[in-house]
């Protein structure tokens, strides 16, 4: 049974239809990805699961309920959690502070503790640092901040919107390796990327959103070997070798 | 020397008082403005509006029913300000919601001036705090003295509450940005509500002292202590709670060596020719962050 059901769903920003019916499935313990050009409403689609932008029409179901009307925090408490474009780290409160606020939610404060020791575990880099400013760290470091937040909340459904953005390629193969890891843990990923090679990579399946439409589906190696894809997302990554090599994961 | 002093100690003292109370209504413009970017206008008749309760309750209720059934009504006020005035305009211009503090500050106010008839009525004598005491040479109310220690006291507490609870971390991770403390589950409402709820409160209190010692109340009473707090945070950087006290401590300060000097006439005009030159020279006052537009 898939985990979150998209159905129908519209969007729109001030007359704008920025998301015209669109309808996917994410597999439980899956890592699927939705990749498509600049504006073709990938970030709009994780914000309207998230509950950040008013939904127009369709529906939104999330192991087995209707979350479509929640508002954000019901939808956090349910278990789904986004960690937004840019990072978006908290720059005036420590890393542990991001940290804990990750799990503002939460009130069990021994739980709460032992998901802190859990995410330093896979970040040591956060421990470390705790006591710095999160505005002070680098943008790899603030990636990890924000992927550490979320897990504070225990996510079920990780959506994750251009977490390898702005990175350099090094740190882009560790917040990859982070991803599988994820996955193999348990948690499910909802994955947005412009970098679609690195995506399709990863992810056991994809969908290809074309303004505001859902046009090709399909396994992740599938659809990197289709030959359209591959014309229309994979083109600057063959014609730039250095960058698919810099973005192997594996 | 001694005449020295004894000329010039109730100035300073009086600074010190004033200024204390200044500093509890700039906390109240400093946290909303870090959270909303709004300077909340109605805020200097929120601080007039706690007088009239004051003045009211006292007359027919004691002290320990009026005290806290004044602080109550005025936190209650803010509360419902912010909910009915505000909240509706969250995802308005920036512009939309001055103009809605602006008219709601003229709301109080002629409501102020519809129920009381406007005429300058007597703050009623606190006990305790409104009797004299002598320090050396000055003869002066116990609320000087007190003023200054509860401000601090307060102030501590406050920015305790910011430092180290779960709602004051959410407070600060609100005021950089709403859209990602909603991903953490923190509901927004809930933490402006705190905030105006904490600013309310400290202007009750703030408006206690500060007509204990100027004990006519009239509907506009409250717009030039109001100014001057609005300065005073400006002064410091408007948004820092640190700098809103420091700013209130030496505008009031300031103004009363202004009347030590004789010059009593000049000394609003001080403050707000200071508004002018902070606003020139250094707009971000002495603890401000360069202003940074929310995406």
């Given at each position: 049974m898939s985990l979150l059901t998209v159905s129908n769903l519209q969007v729109s920003y001030g007359g704008i239809e920025a998301l015209k019916t669109i309808s996917f499935e994410v597999e439980k313990g899956q890592i699927v990805t939705l990749i498509g050009a600049n504006g073709a409403g990938k970030s709009t689609t994780l914000?309207?699961?998230?509950?950040?932008?008013?939904?127009?029409?369709?529906?939104?179901?999330?192991?087995?309920?209707?979350?479509?009307?929640?508002?954000?925090?019901?939808?956090?408490?349910?278990?789904?959690?986004?960690?937004?474009?840019?990072?978006?780290?908290?720059?005036?409160?420590?890393?542990?502070?991001?940290?804990?606020?990750?799990?503002?939610?939460?009130?069990?404060?021994?739980?709460?503790?032992?998901?802190?020791?859990?995410?330093?575990?896979?970040?040591?880099?956060?421990?470390?640092?705790?006591?710095?400013?999160?505005?002070?760290?680098?943008?790899?470091?603030?990636?990890?901040?924000?992927?550490?937040?979320?897990?504070?909340?225990?996510?079920?459904?990780?959506?994750?919107?251009?977490?390898?953005?702005?990175?350099?390629?090094?740190?882009?193969?560790?917040?990859?390796?982070?991803?599988?890891?994820?996955?193999?843990?348990?948690?499910?990923?909802?994955?947005?990327?412009?970098?679609?090679?690195?995506?399709?990579?990863?992810?056991?399946?994809?969908?290809?959103?074309?303004?505001?439409?859902?046009?090709?589906?399909?396994?992740?190696?599938?659809?990197?070997?289709?030959?359209?894809?591959?014309?229309?997302?994979?083109?600057?990554?063959?014609?730039?070798?250095?960058?698919?090599?810099?973005?192997?994961?594996? | 020397?001694?005449?020295?002093?004894?000329?010039?100690?109730?100035?300073?003292?009086?600074?010190?008082?004033?200024?204390?109370?200044?500093?509890?209504?700039?906390?109240?413009?400093?946290?909303?403005?870090?959270?909303?970017?709004?300077?909340?206008?109605?805020?200097?008749?929120?601080?007039?509006?706690?007088?009239?309760?004051?003045?009211?309750?006292?007359?027919?209720?004691?002290?320990?029913?009026?005290?806290?059934?004044?602080?109550?009504?005025?936190?209650?006020?803010?509360?419902?300000?912010?909910?009915?005035?505000?909240?509706?305009?969250?995802?308005?211009?920036?512009?939309?919601?001055?103009?809605?503090?602006?008219?709601?500050?003229?709301l109080l106010q002629n409501l102020m001036w519809y129920v009381t008839g406007g005429l300058a009525r007597q703050y009623p004598t606190l006990p305790w705090i409104s009797s004299t005491v002598s320090i050396y040479t000055a003869t002066t109310k116990m609320v000087t003295l007190v003023t200054p220690v509860l401000t601090l006291v307060l102030v501590v507490a406050l920015v305790q509450l910011i430092n180290h609870t779960k709602v004051g971390m959410a407070m600060r991770a609100v005021s950089k940005?709403?859209?990602?403390?909603?991903?953490?589950?923190?509901?927004?409402?809930?933490?402006?509500?705190?905030?105006?709820?904490?600013?309310?409160?400290?202007?009750?209190?703030?408006?206690?002292?500060?007509?204990?010692?100027?004990?006519?109340?009239?509907?506009?009473?409250?717009?030039?202590?109001?100014?001057?707090?609005?300065?005073?945070?400006?002064?410091?950087?408007?948004?820092?709670?640190?700098?809103?006290?420091?700013?209130?401590?030496?505008?009031?300060?300031?103004?009363?060596?202004?009347?030590?000097?004789?010059?009593?006439?000049?000394?609003?005009?001080?403050?707000?020719?200071?508004?002018?030159?902070?606003?020139?020279?250094?707009?971000?006052?002495?603890?401000?962050?360069?202003?940074?537009?929310?995406?």
């Open positions: 914000r309207a699961i998230s509950g950040l932008v008013p939904i127009k029409g369709g529906g939104i179901t999330f192991d087995g309920r209707d979350i479509t009307a929640l508002d954000t925090s019901r939808i956090v408490s349910e278990g789904i959690v986004l960690v937004p474009e840019g990072r978006r780290v908290f720059p005036n409160l420590s890393v542990l502070e991001n940290l804990k606020i990750g799990a503002f939610l939460r009130k069990d404060h021994a739980e709460v503790n032992a998901a802190i020791d859990y995410v330093y575990e896979r970040f040591p880099r956060l421990k470390e640092r705790h006591w710095q400013m999160a505005g002070t760290l680098s943008g790899g470091e603030q990636q990890m901040l924000a992927v550490g937040r979320a897990l504070m909340a225990r996510p079920k459904l990780l959506m994750m919107d251009e977490p390898s953005l702005g990175l350099a390629p090094l740190v882009v193969r560790d917040i990859f390796s982070i991803i599988h890891r994820l996955r193999d843990e348990g948690i499910t990923i909802l994955l947005i990327e412009q970098n679609a090679n690195a995506a399709l990579r990863a992810a056991d399946y994809g969908y290809v959103l074309e303004t505001g439409r859902i046009t090709m589906e399909g396994a992740g190696q599938q659809l990197l070997n289709d030959q359209r894809v591959r014309d229309a997302y994979l083109g600057q990554a063959r014609k730039r070798g250095a960058v698919r090599h810099c973005n192997d994961v594996d | 020397m001694t005449d020295f002093i004894s000329a010039n100690l109730p100035y300073l003292l009086a600074g010190i008082s004033v200024g204390g109370q200044y500093a509890l209504i700039a906390i109240g413009y400093t946290m909303v403005y870090g959270i909303l970017r709004l300077i909340n206008f109605a805020h200097g008749d929120i601080f007039t509006v706690a007088a009239y309760v004051m003045l009211y309750a006292s007359a027919s209720l004691p002290l320990y029913l009026s005290l806290p059934m004044t602080i109550a009504f005025t936190v209650f006020l803010g509360f419902a300000v912010e909910r009915a005035a505000y909240k509706p305009l969250r995802n308005a211009p920036r512009m939309s919601i001055m103009i809605s503090a602006i008219g709601v500050s003229y940005d709403f859209e990602t403390s909603k991903l953490m589950g923190i509901k927004i409402n809930a933490v402006i509500s705190v905030t105006f709820i904490i600013g309310s409160f400290l202007a009750a209190v703030g408006s206690m002292l500060y007509f204990s010692n100027y004990t006519a109340v009239t509907p506009t009473s409250g717009a030039m202590p109001g100014l001057k707090a609005f300065v005073a945070a400006v002064f410091g950087g408007i948004g820092s709670i640190p700098g809103a006290v420091i700013g209130a401590f030496i505008i009031g300060i300031a103004e009363n060596i202004i009347k030590a000097l004789g010059l009593t006439t000049f000394s609003d005009a001080f403050t707000f020719a200071l508004l002018i030159i902070i606003l020139i020279f250094k707009p971000t006052g002495l603890f401000g962050e360069p202003v940074h537009e929310k995406v």
